[in-house]
């Protein structure tokens, strides 16, 4: 197999990374195969557990202007700038990516941090990018709205509970305040899929390593938020009662590899705390399995609202921390063969 990296194949336009367009899958068919052959590209099954790339939630929902939680960044543009290094990456590494584990936010409209499911006193839903604290439920300024609690079949003595119960969680745990966000990543709609750039990358992989895609679905529970891939924001109700549980499946496959790679959307939110929950379980076992994750800093970034909110600073003292631990801020542009403590 080569050394070094791969051309990046012809078919790719970096300008359409930001739009919505069909995947041309049988032609890539042909391409990938007999790009694999011209390129000398084995199967993954000859290399062993090399190397995983993570892709969070590089749906269009996050990720294609104009839909409902565009990742704009401080630039304005840049989730459509991250995946276009993105594509390239996967493109200019087929040869040594091993698995691409994409993870899809998954939502439908009667959940906990969306406007329909909160009313206050006078009835009226709390606006997208309304934050709700413990405080507010206590005083009652929000409160689960009763056609929720007949729709989701609880009471309202549960529904009040409850609510109380995770923005305490979300306080102690020291996890971000319940946000109303948009409706987004709706099952069944555009904003779901993957964006067709990735996508087409991802399919364009596959063949040419013959090598399924990992797809790892989160964020239906209606009850809590799903930053993390890896579990849920809370997991119990105001009981003690288990309501969702951690993604145990997918941290086993992660340990499995030899490097495991992360970018995707948004670096603020659900990258940020995926990465937590991967280092507080890699230390568990092993700190210095924590040198094995590489973060690619050019593929990811930050939620940002012109005037409203900006969660860059937040998002860069996180990726601190990770790199403190032991885990490796990269660059996607740089060849892997040159990355620190790189096995490979």
């Not at 704009?72 to 543009?77: E, I, K, L, T, V």
């Amino acid at each position: 197999m080569p050394e070094q990296e791969m051309p990046i194949p012809p078919h790719f336009r970096a300008e359409r990374v930001g739009e919505i367009w069909k995947v041309d899958y049988e032609t890539r068919v042909r391409e990938a195969e007999a790009w694999a052959k011209q390129h000398g590209i084995s199967p993954v099954e000859e290399d062993g557990t090399g190397v995983c790339l993570l892709c969070v939630d590089v749906q269009n929902t996050f990720c294609t202007p104009g839909f409902e939680l565009f990742v704009a960044g401080r630039s304005g543009n840049a989730a459509v700038e991250d995946n276009r290094r993105l594509c390239a990456f996967i493109y200019r590494n087929l040869h040594r990516i091993h698995r691409i584990t994409p993870t899809m936010d998954t939502h439908q409209a009667l959940q906990i941090f969306h406007g329909l499911f909160l009313v206050n006193q006078a009835g009226e839903h709390p606006e997208p990018l309304t934050v709700v604290t413990e405080e507010d439920v206590r005083e009652g300024r929000w409160g689960v709205s009763p056609s929720v609690c007949s729709a989701l079949d609880i009471s309202e003595d549960y529904a009040r509970d409850y609510l109380l119960g995770y923005t305490r969680r979300l306080r102690e745990s020291g996890k971000y305040d319940l946000t109303i966000w948009p409706y987004h990543a709706m099952l069944g709609g555009i904003g779901h899929a993957l964006v067709p750039a990735v996508e087409e990358a991802v399919f364009f992989h596959t063949v040419a390593r013959m090598a399924q895609p990992d797809f790892q679905v989160k964020g239906s529970n209606p009850f809590t938020e799903h930053y993390s891939v890896l579990g849920p924001e809370v997991t119990q109700d105001s009981e003690g009662k288990a309501i969702a549980r951690k993604n145990e499946a997918l941290v086993a496959k992660l340990k499995q590899y030899d490097v495991v790679v992360i970018a995707g959307q948004a670096k603020s939110h659900c990258v940020a705390w995926t990465i937590a929950d991967l280092l507080e379980d890699l230390k568990q076992e092993d700190s210095a399995l924590a040198r094995k994750v590489y973060l690619l800093e050019d593929c990811t970034s930050s939620v940002v609202v012109s005037g409203v909110v900006d969660f860059t600073d937040q998002a860069d003292a996180a990726f601190q921390r990770f790199a403190d631990a032991g885990m490796h801020v990269v660059r996607s542009t740089e060849p892997i063969h040159t990355w620190p403590d790189i096995p490979l």
